[in-house]
C-alpha cells in the first residue's frame, strides 16, 4: 500500500473522518514532507499519529465563537456545579474544542457560578484532532469575530493586545481549562468508564462517517456517569438506542441525558417545563449562573476591554456591535447609540445591530427614530427566511422577527 493510501485509511480507522476528494492534494502534500525527510514508505504508529495531525492541520475547520448557544453551555455549566455541590468534583471534556472558545465558556460560566470554591475541583478537557487550533486555544488570543455572540459581562476576563485582539488571561478561568491535540477516539480511549459528568461535542461530527459518530456516542455512554450530559450542535446526528434521552434543546441545541441503568450518586439533571426561548433585552444583563464571586473583576473592566477593542478596530461592525451593547446593558444609552449606529453604518444589513440601535435610540428617549429603525429591522426581516443565522451565530431570523414585532406593540 501507498503511504498516501496507508494515510488516508488512518483517517478513516483512527479518527473517523468522512475523507473528501478535495482533501488529496493536502494529503499528498504531508505525505510527500514526511517521505523526503524520512526516507521512510511504511509507517509505525507515531508516524501515524504524526501524518493524522499534521493533515488535520490543512483539512478541517475550526470554526467557532465564544458563548455558541449559550443557553445550552449554561445548561451543562449548571449540571456540572450541582455535581460538584454534591460529590465535591466534577469533570468536563469538550471533544474537537477547536481554537478553546468552547471550553473557555465554560470556565467562565463555571467561575462565575462557583468563584474561589472552583479550585481544583472543576476540570475541563478539551481536545482536537487539529494542532494548529490547539495552539491557538493555549495562546488564548482572539478577535472580535471570536466574539460574535458574547454577553458583556465576558470581557472582563480579558485584555487588550496589539491588532485589535483580546487575551484571556484571568488565571483561574485559564487555568480550568487544559488542552490536548488528540483525536476524539484516542482521547476516550484514555477515560475511565463513569468519569466524566458533561461531554460537549458540538458540531464535530460534520466530519465523521456515520459509523464513527455512533460509535463516539458508545464510547461516551461508557465515558459519562448516569445522569450526565452529552451536549451536541444542533444539527449533529442523535445517538441510536436507549443510552441517551433527549433533556430539550437550549438556543436550538440539544442536550442528552445518559440514562440511569443502575442508582447513580450524580446529582441528575432537573427536566426543564421548555426550553427557554431568546429574550434580547432580558438577555443582555442577565446573569447566568449565580452571584459574581468577590474575586471577579468589576463589571466596568469589561466595557474598558470592550472600548479598547473597538477603538482598536474602527471599522469592525461586530466590535462595534459589542461596545454597543456594552453600553446599554449599563444604561449608558447615547454612548450605545453612538456605537450601534456605527454599527449600522458599517453594515446597513446586520438586522441584529440595528434592531439594538433601535432600541438604544428609545432608551435614549429618540423615540420617532427608534420606531423607523425597528420599521426597517422588520421589513428587511420580514424577506429573509425564516431559519436565517443572524450575525451573533445563534439567533434566527424569525426570533428576531418576533421580537421585534413585541417591540413594537410596547412601543405603540
Ligand atoms: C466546527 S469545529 C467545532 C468547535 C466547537 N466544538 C464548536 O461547536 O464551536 C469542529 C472541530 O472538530 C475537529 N475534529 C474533527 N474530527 C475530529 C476528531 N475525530 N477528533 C477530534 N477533533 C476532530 C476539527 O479539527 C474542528 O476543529
Known sequence: MTLIAQVTEELSRAAGLRVQT??????????????????????????RRFLLSEVARHVTVPETYFFRNLAQLTFCAEHAAGVLRHSGSARIWCAGAATGEEPYSLAMLLYRS??????????????????EAIEKAQHALYTAWSFRGAPSWCFRFFTPEAEARLRLTHPEVRTLVSFRTESCQAAASHEPAQSLDVISFRNVAIYLEEAAIQALYIEFSRLLKPGGLLALGPSDPRPIGSDFELLGHYDHAPVFVRTQREPSLAAAPTRPAAAPRPCFRAELARRPLGTAPRSEPPPERAVEVVQALAAAAPSDTTAQRLL?????????????????????????????????????????????????????????????????????????????????????????
Open 114 to 131: 462557583l468563584g474561589a470554591k472552583l479550585g481544583a475541583s472543576i476540570e475541563i478537557r478539551a481536545s482536537d484532532l487539529n494542532p
Open 324 to 412: 454597543g451593547l456594552a453600553h446599554l446593558e449599563r444604561n449608558a444609552t447615547a454612548e450605545a447609540v453612538a456605537a450601534l449606529r456605527q454599527a449600522v453604518f458599517l453594515d446597513p444589513t446586520d438586522a441584529l445591530s440595528r434592531y439594538f440601535y433601535a432600541l438604544a435610540l428609545h432608551e435614549n428617549r429618540d423615540t420617532a427614530r427608534a420606531a423607523r429603525q425597528l420599521a426597517t429591522v422588520i421589513d428587511d426581516l420580514q424577506l429573509r427566511a425564516a431559519d436565517d443565522m443572524l450575525a451573533d451565530g445563534s439567533t434566527s431570523a424569525l426570533e428576531l422577527l418576533r421580537s421585534a414585532r413585541f417591540l413594537r406593540t410596547q412601543w405603540q
Open 22 to 47: 478535495e482533501w488529496a492534494p493536502a494529503i499528498r502534500a504531508v505525505v510527500e514532507k514526511y517521505a523526503e525527510g524520512t526516507g521512510s514508505q511504511s509507517l509505525d504508529a507515531e508516524a
